[in-house]
């Protein structure tokens, strides 16, 4: 709902005039009536206690009148913009320097004003800036509220199916069952693992997580139980594996399937005995770790297939948890992008963009065969090699274009329309040209391939000058 100070016809905004002339205070708090209910700060006291009021609205500061020139005048403007980013900020200088706009810009002013003000157009100014920054902290209100709604220890998702996934996370946390993670490459497998361990009671415990696929088959093992010094060539010393250095914590292992039969045969026994031992070494270490497993494979079928063991199957597949592809996560596309334009445009020193809403109609309409990794990919690039504050339709990857239904009409037929009989003429040309070209110029084979008469053929050849009579 609208604050009823946001209009012209309020009783008055409250501001705060920071400058060492109380003598200039009278008049602008007369000119700025009753539109503006001034409270003059000169002291450091008046000015912290400004600052700290949550009822004003903006502070106008006379950068000529605080400390020694305007360099102590723009650093506590910079405070003060620390401080409280939700104010309206106006800098009033009689100094015609070119440089002090930027630099006053730059320590955080909406505003610049040159001395002798025009009130008439400060109070414009000034009432639609006020304005304008209630909006901005509004909007960014709802989406912090909207985001926290939707949002479960990193993940990001208010649909239904990843509400299900919340869900199962949370009745897993607390427990020391294995948990495999299943879902399409980029759907965010590893996040899923890393919030059961950040909601359970093994938070502050090691988390030691292994991309299985990322590791050569002949280091995998050692990487996994740890060696013996002499062990094997260039053993030099002795090293702790994986699941060891997992002991009272987790052992996250994505790609499990990638595994080849030897190791899925030692990983079972871990799970089975809660004992490791190291290559070498001839005795084995008591170990208690929780395993959360990850593949983006068909379990089921690799079973069957004889490519993974049944018995380690039915140790890891104990809780499932089905992470849905994108396609499938109804209304989490807007969020997501949101999420990763706030995160890029702050990492990069840009300001925050904003999607249109035909751009963020055709994302909702594409498939996203590389899920959440894949958008995020994409808001990066739009991030870093698009200038524009507002992305657009035309700013989009061409497969996310193509792939669109909404964006076949634009693609059709453009802002500036088309000549249908040209179109439809070219489009005639196009089919009796391929048509010839395919038969290798016999007009009677190219009528039946496009399955018109051939004395229409005859007709269209000679129309449009193609090919030979024959």
Request: aromatic share 6%; net charge negative.
């Amino acid at each position: 709902m609208r604050d009823p100070e946001a209009g012209f016809s309020s009783p008055g905004y409250r501001i705060a005039i920071i400058t060492a002339e109380s003598s200039t205070f009278p008049d602008m708090q007369h000119f700025l009536a009753p539109r503006f209910t001034a409270v003059l700060a000169q002291t450091e006291n008046q000015i912290e206690k400004a600052v700290n009021d949550t009822s004003i609205r903006a502070v106008l500061i006379d950068l000529d009148s605080i400390g020694e020139g305007s360099s102590d005048a723009l650093r506590l403007m910079a405070d003060i913009r620390q401080l409280r980013d939700d104010i309206v900020l106006v800098a009033i200088t009689r100094t015609n320097s070119r440089s002090l706009p930027l630099k006053s810009s730059e320590s955080g002013a909406d505003e610049f004003f040159l001395a002798p003000l025009d009130f008439q157009e400060l109070q414009i100014v000034l009432a639609r800036a006020i304005e304008k920054r209630a909006l901005q902290v509004e909007g960014r209100r709802i989406v912090e509220q909207a985001e926290s709604k939707a949002a479960f220890c990193g993940l990001i998702g208010g649909s239904e199916s990843m509400q299900r996934v919340y869900q199962a996370i949370r009745a897993v946390a607390d427990s020391n069952t294995t948990v495999a993670i299943r879902g399409e490459s980029g759907t965010g497998k590893e996040l899923i693992a890393s919030a059961i361990v950040q909601s359970g009671s093994r938070r502050n415990k090691p988390y030691i997580c292994l991309n299985c696929s990322a590791i050569p088959e002949s280091l995998i093992e050692s990487e996994l139980f740890g060696h013996e010094k002499g062990a094997f060539t260039g053993a030099d010393s002795a090293k702790t594996g994986l699941i060891e250095s997992a002991q009272g914590g987790t052992l996250f292992m994505d790609e499990i399937t990638t595994l080849d039969h030897g190791l899925q045969s030692k990983l079972l026994r871990v799970l089975q005995e809660h004992v490791v031992q190291r290559i070498g070494a001839r005795s084995s270490k008591k170990i208690d770790f929780r395993l959360i497993a990850a593949t983006n494979d068909d379990l089921e079928e690799l079973v069957k297939q004889g490519r993974f063991r049944e018995d380690l199957y039915y140790r890891i597949n104990v809780v499932p948890i089905f992470v849905p592809p994108l396609r499938d996560r109804d209304g989490d596309i807007p969020l997501l992008v949101d999420h990763f334009l706030r995160i890029y445009c702050t990492a990069n020193n840009k300001p925050l963009k904003q999607l249109q809403p035909d751009a963020l109609e055709i994302m909702e309409e594409y498939g996203w065969p590389g899920n959440v990794r894949e958008l995020e990919n994409m808001v990066q690039r739009l991030v870093l090699m698009n200038d524009s504050h507002v992305i657009k339709a035309e700013h989009l990857p061409q497969q996310l274009l193509y792939s669109s239904a909404s964006s076949q009409e634009a693609i059709l037929i453009p802002e500036e329309g088309v000549n249908f009989d040209a179109e439809m003429e070219r489009i005639e040309i196009a089919y009796v040209t391929a048509a010839l070209n395919r038969t290798k110029g016999k007009k009677s084979a190219a009528a039946a391939l496009l399955r018109v008469d051939p004395q229409r053929m005859k007709y269209l050849c000679r129309k449009h000058k193609l090919g030979v009579e024959n």
